[in-house]
């Protein structure tokens, strides 16, 4: 084996040589070599910043990574740190028809995944309430003097603004939705009160704020949100294959693509004093069984996209929502009493009774409690009625006041409803339905037709004595008062037609839960409306993120490491700096085989057999 002397490359003096088979390798790295080398780098670099840190860039996990979106979740009930960079925040103010309550949302920074939604949640103060604020009366009471309108908001904004850090004033979109109360006035009255709030909000306040933040929404828009609101705290917009509870959609709009496999939504059932609204979602296309139908169901059915990317269709969602008016539960007791004074009138008329008689007689009445006495109708036109306490023949009773028509996909007052697949949907009935289910019959929660209808029976038909003592005793929801016992029966019977009569729900549907709080919290229209408002929000972070590059994202998520910049810059320069050097020894090996020894060029070039070299000692 022969040696290659360095005689050539370094002074007379120094003489020395190596074997000739360890040369090119030493000075020859393989592409092998630079890659194994450029490896054992990154690995260093990513260890250093794994120990440093204790996480990664959020641009390194993979799409709907648990790991990541388990440190995007903001706590449910700790307080909100307040001091955190990444958070952002956004204020819902509900203009309703008896207040106007300010509510805080806050969120961490989009995960980068255009499949998830903000993790939206409501803001805690440091005891952990959620930072609310109500003021009265509703904002419609400034039709006279709608330029007092800022001032009446103002103490809600002030309040916002004092948890809200000052540095985030300026990105935190603010919007002032006004709901029934506002939508009674002449638009006259609307416009100039919003006008005033337009005008002399960002005056007074660094909130993002813009002309269109401020506006009366229709009550199709405000069931929209609740049902956006709910379906979100239940995790239904989280489109992981890991729930056996699916639907197959037809995305509106498409209908040249294939269907769509994702989580089932929840319909909400809710059911107030005045009115009642039903919301659920469509998944396929509905036929109409008329022009005139199909015009209808437009105002009913809301097509929208909850995504952040419009081209994306995993949150494309086609919502029916109906609200009726005067089928709330005291409404609907106010329309049967006038119906039972009018009709006991006519009757006395024909027997030749005056108003005064009517007393002697009392009227007698199902939907109450059994023995149970009470007075109704107007001062002029009183009526004295005394309860029978039959809950069925209350129920048919009430079956008139349904308006029901004989015709298809039909439900209260004769309004278009679309099928539901009651073998593959769920439903969510709040308020009133909740009330009658637990506060007097402590039955909340699951449904179940038969055992509710049997305990409301049961009830209807005991005396009111009895329920009296045994409201005195306890035995009832501590927030149950006179008004529910006395008409619990009223309300179980209307709650059941509507539901099963009305909207056509099977009495053997077993989907349907009751209940005031989802997941221990109540669950506001506003929740909705901030997530829906906000739907663009992670799809500019994620532009911003692919230009700013791999740079910027840590210069964004390492708040507190300068040194991590000096680390990162002396990597590559280290790394750099090996390459150069390499290339720089291949280069001097190229010109002193040249110089010492020109015939062994195609010897190492080529790899043929080692001719005799001479070997300097």
Not at 132 to 148: H, Q
Request: charged share 20%; glycine share 6%.
């Amino acid at each position: 084996m022969g040696r290659i002397s360095f005689s050539c490359l370094f002074p007379a003096s120094w003489h020395f040589s190596l074997p000739s088979h360890i040369l090119p390798r030493l000075l020859l790295p393989s592409s092998r070599q630079l890659l194994f080398i450029g490896l054992l780098l990154f690995f260093f670099g990513v260890c250093y910043l794994l120990l440093v840190t204790g996480k990664l860039p959020a641009s390194w996990t993979t799409k709907g990574n648990s790991f990541h979106r388990h440190l995007a979740r903001v706590s449910d009930v700790d307080a909100t740190d307040a001091s955190n960079p990444d958070l952002s925040y956004g204020l819902v103010v509900d203009c309703g028809s008896s207040g106007s309550r300010v509510y805080v949302y806050c969120w961490p920074s989009h995960n980068g995944n255009p499949h998830e939604l903000l993790d939206i949640r409501q803001m805690r103060d440091q005891n952990g309430k959620s930072v609310v604020m109500k003021i009265k009366p509703g904002i419609s009471k400034m039709a006279e003097t709608p330029e007092k309108a800022s001032d009446y908001i103002h103490p809600l904004l002030s309040f916002a603004a004092e948890h809200i850090p000052k540095n985030k004033h300026i990105e935190t979109p603010l919007y002032i939705l006004c709901t029934a109360g506002m939508r009674i006035l002449p638009e006259s009255q609307q416009e100039a009160i919003l006008e005033d709030l337009r005008t002399d909000i960002p005056v007074n306040f660094d909130f993002l704020f813009s002309d269109s933040h401020a506006e009366v929404i229709s009550g199709k828009l405000e069931g929209v949100y609740a049902w956006i609101g709910i379906n979100f705290v239940l995790g239904k917009f989280n489109h992981a294959h890991n729930d056996d509870a699916v639907v197959e959609v037809n995305i509106p709009g498409s209908d040249h693509q294939e269907a769509l496999v994702r989580k089932r939504t929840a319909g909400v059932l809710d059911m107030g004093g005045v009115s009642t609204q039903i919301a659920f979602e469509v998944p396929k296309s509905v036929s109409f069984a008329s022009p005139q139908q199909e015009e209808v169901a437009k105002n009913l059915l809301a097509e929208f996209n909850l995504g952040c990317d419009a081209h994306r269709t995993d949150h494309v969602y086609r919502v029916y929502v109906s609200t009726f008016l005067g089928f709330g539960g005291n409404a609907a007791r106010q329309t049967y009493e006038e119906s039972l004074v009018k009709n006991t009138t006519a009757r006395n008329k024909l027997l030749g009774q005056h108003v005064g008689e009517m007393a002697a007689s009392p009227t007698l009445d199902p939907c109450l409690p059994t023995d149970l006495r009470d007075q109704i109708g107007s001062p002029e036109q009183k009526l004295h009625v005394l309860g029978t306490g039959d809950f069925d023949q209350c129920r048919r009773a009430l079956q008139p006041f349904l308006n029901r028509t004989n015709e298809t996909q039909t439900s209260l007052n004769g309004v278009f409803q679309p099928p539901i697949d009651y073998n593959n949907s769920q439903f969510f009935g709040f308020s009133e339905f909740y009330y009658c289910t637990e506060d007097v019959l402590r039955m909340g929660g699951d449904y179940n037709a038969s055992k509710y209808a049997q305990a409301a029976k049961s009830y209807c038909a005991t005396q009111w004595g009895t329920l009296k003592e045994r409201f005195d005793a306890g035995l009832f929801a501590s927030h149950a008062d006179g008004h529910r016992l006395q008409y619990q029966c009223f309300k179980s019977a209307w709650m059941y037609e509507v539901l099963h009569s009305g909207f056509s729900f099977p009495p053997d549907y077993k989907n349907l839960k009751t209940a005031f709080l989802v997941y221990d919290k109540e669950v506001q229209w506003t929740l909705g409306a901030i997530l829906f408002r906000t739907r663009f929000l992670p799809l500019r972070d994620i532009q911003q993120e692919s230009l700013k590059g791999l740079h910027s994202h840590w210069r964004h998520s390492f708040s507190i490491v300068n040194h991590h910049y000096i680390f990162l810059f002396c990597f590559f320069i280290v790394l750099l700096s090996i390459i150069l050097y390499m290339l720089r020894l291949r280069r001097i090996h190229r010109r002193a085989a040249q110089r010492c020894s020109p015939s062994s060029v195609p010897w190492l070039e080529e790899g043929l057999g080692s001719p005799t070299l001479p070997i300097n000692l």
